[in-house]
C-alpha cells in the first residue's frame, strides 16, 4: 500500500520518530523536544512534500545550525527513514519519500557546513 493521505503520513511519522527517540545517536537531538508541538509541524511538513497539501512556510534548515550533527547522524537519520517507509509502503509516493527524505538530508548537511 502507498503512501495516499494524511493518516498515512501521520502513520509514517509517528511510527519513525519512535525509531528516532529509540535511536542511541539520534535520540539526544530529540530529548528537549515537545512532541505535542513537533508531531502536528513534521505531519504537516510531510504532507506538503508528498501529498502537495499547500502553507507549509517553515525553513527546515535554520531549525539544524546550532546542533552539533555529523554526517553519521544524516546517514543514521536516512537510513532509519528508508527503513520505517520500506516496512509500512511501498509504491511511487513512498519511493519519493525515501528520495525526499535523502535530499533533505544533503541539504541540510551542506547548508549546516557538516563534512
Given at each position: ?11 509514517l511519522?509517528d ?29 504537516h ?12 512556510t ?33 509504491g ?24
Amino acid at each position: 500500500m502507498d503512501i495516499t493521505t494524511k493518516h498515512d503520513v501521520e502513520h509514517l511519522v509517528d511510527t519513525f520518530y519512535g525509531r528516532v527517540l529509540a535511536d542511541d545517536s539520534l535520540a539526544p537531538f530529540f530529548k528537549n523536544l515537545d512532541f505535542q508541538v513537533h508531531m502536528p509541524k513534521m505531519v504537516h511538513f510531510w504532507s506538503f512534500v508528498l501529498l502537495d497539501e499547500p502553507g507549509y512556510t517553515t525553513n527546515v534548515t535554520d531549525k539544524h545550525m546550532h546542533m552539533p550533527l555529523t554526517p553519521a547522524h544524516f546517514e543514521r537519520w536516512v537510513s532509519l527513514f528508508h527503513e520505517t517507509v520500506d516496512a509500512l509502503f511501498s509504491g511511487e509516493k513512498a519511493e519519493m519519500a525515501k528520495q525526499r527524505a535523502s535530499l533533505i538530508a544533503w541539504t541540510i548537511q551542506n547548508k549546516t557546513g557538516v563534512k
